[in-house]
Nanobody, 127 residues
Framework: QVQLAESGGGLVQAGGSLRLSCAAS????????MGWFRQAPGKDREFVGS????????YYADSVKGRFTISRDNARKTATLQMNSLKPEDTAVYYC????????????????????WGRGTQVTVFS
């Protein structure tokens, strides 16, 4: 069992940066694929990116590729989403997600493929 908690959201001007962290509890973080999703008002939850539990393969949605970076620190049991060049359309609640193991070549782009979720953190980008 893994419990997740996001931090680092806030209000930022377009073009700025934010760094989100996801702290995990439980003994199995090293075998947990980690992901980030976001949900804007009135929209479905959408995939932002993921990082595999093994080898550290990283995947990104086209909308954030080149601007966002996902990393993980197994010793600290944390996953990080570094967001640069933020745009107003990045405004959403951002969720950290986890799933046990998983195929390293699969980004797991759909919410129902994930078993663990944080409560989310609000990111608001103003122009």
């Amino acid at each position: 069992q893994v419990q997740l908690a996001e931090s680092g959201g806030g209000l930022v001007q377009a073009g700025g940066s934010l760094r989100l962290s996801c702290a995990a509890s439980g003994p199995t973080f090293t075998s947990t694929t980690m992901g980030w999703f976001r949900q804007a008002p009135g929209k479905d939850r959408e995939f932002v990116g993921s990082i595999s539990w093994s080898v550290g393969y990283v995947y990104y949605a086209d909308s954030v590729k080149g601007r966002f970076t996902i990393s993980r620190d197994n010793a600290r049991k944390t996953a990080t989403l570094q967001m640069n060049s933020l745009k107003p359309e990045d405004t959403a609640v951002y969720y950290c997600a986890g799933r046990d193991y998983g195929a390293v070549y699969n980004p797991y782009q759909f919410p129902d493929e994930w078993g663990y979720w944080g409560r989310g953190t609000q990111v608001t980008v103003f122009s």
